[in-house]
């Protein structure tokens, strides 16, 4: 079954406001199976409700802590490094998807917080629906702004339709990139792009069995509408929301999705 709507603004001129960055953060390290991964946490823990653990974005991680904090209003929220990215330390070798879908995997068992609202953004969604097929303490999985459309298949369409999204991204969020995509450094990159055109999202997705949420901006240009429908037909309990907002609408405004996650954390708790 699936179900549909659109979010509307949570107030008004939120294009031209920088997002907050959280002071109260957990800095953690755990050595992992595919190398040292770097979490961050805000929030406290809630009887009853499930912790939200949040995976990173391409290459980049600091562009959601805002976002982060959003969702450690009613919950605690982690927000996982994968290895070779952000803070985390080098893997053993190049990793592919599912691989990374693992190191998640293991950084659950690790930190064992009991039944988890797993998410990703962009290609971390990727890396969060394998990671949410393989272990079984995630209760619902969080697509937001999901990676790779089938229109984007394709390392020349999906630079030409990143630089059209990029004409409907607020102010600062480069900037905020930049630091982090220099760490990786130019090969990584590459190698993590190919990594994620290989990867297709539909087949993790067809060995869930638990519930699924898809979350978009009404201007992302990565994606389109249809195939995040299509996502949540490919499961028994999909839903799907929209967003102002081009691929990174949790920058334009943290708050536009913390009320959809936690009435989705409500209905799947355990």
Do not use: C, N
Request: proline share 10%; glycine share 10%.
């Amino acid at each position: 079954m699936s179900t549909s709507g659109r979010i509307m603004p949570a107030r008004t001129g939120i294009k031209q406001a920088m997002p907050k960055f959280p002071r109260d953060v957990t800095t953690s390290y755990h050595d992992g199976i595919l190398g040292r991964m770097r979490s961050r946490a805000i929030g406290a823990p809630r009887p009853g409700v499930p912790e939200v653990v949040l995976v990173q974005g391409m290459a980049v991680a600091d562009y959601l802590l805002p976002g982060l904090a959003a969702f450690a209003q009613w919950t605690r929220a982690h927000l996982v490094e994968l290895p070779g990215f952000a803070g985390s330390g080098d893997p053993p070798h190049e990793l592919s998807v599912p691989e990374f879908g693992h190191a998640v995997a293991d950084w659950l068992t690790k930190r064992d917080l009991g039944p988890v609202v797993l998410a990703g953004h962009s290609s971390g969604t990727q890396v969060a629906a394998e990671a949410a097929v393989i272990h079984s303490g995630v209760a619902g999985l969080v697509l937001a702004s999901p990676t790779v459309d089938p229109v984007a298949r394709g390392p020349l369409r999906l630079l030409v339709r990143w630089q059209l999204d990029g004409r409907h991204e607020p102010p600062g969020l480069t900037e905020s990139h930049r630091p982090e995509w220099k760490r990786a450094g130019l090969r990584r990159l590459v190698h993590l792009v190919r990594a994620h055109l290989r990867h297709v999202m539909e087949e993790p997705l067809a060995r869930l069995t638990v519930p699924l949420l898809v979350l978009r901006g009404e201007e992302d240009r990565l994606s389109t509408p249809q195939w995040g429908r299509r996502l949540t037909g490919i499961v028994a309990d999909g839903r799907y929301r929209e967003f102002p907002g081009a691929h990174t609408f949790p920058w334009l405004d943290p708050q536009a999705w913390s009320e959809p996650v936690r009435a989705f954390a409500q209905t799947v708790r355990p």
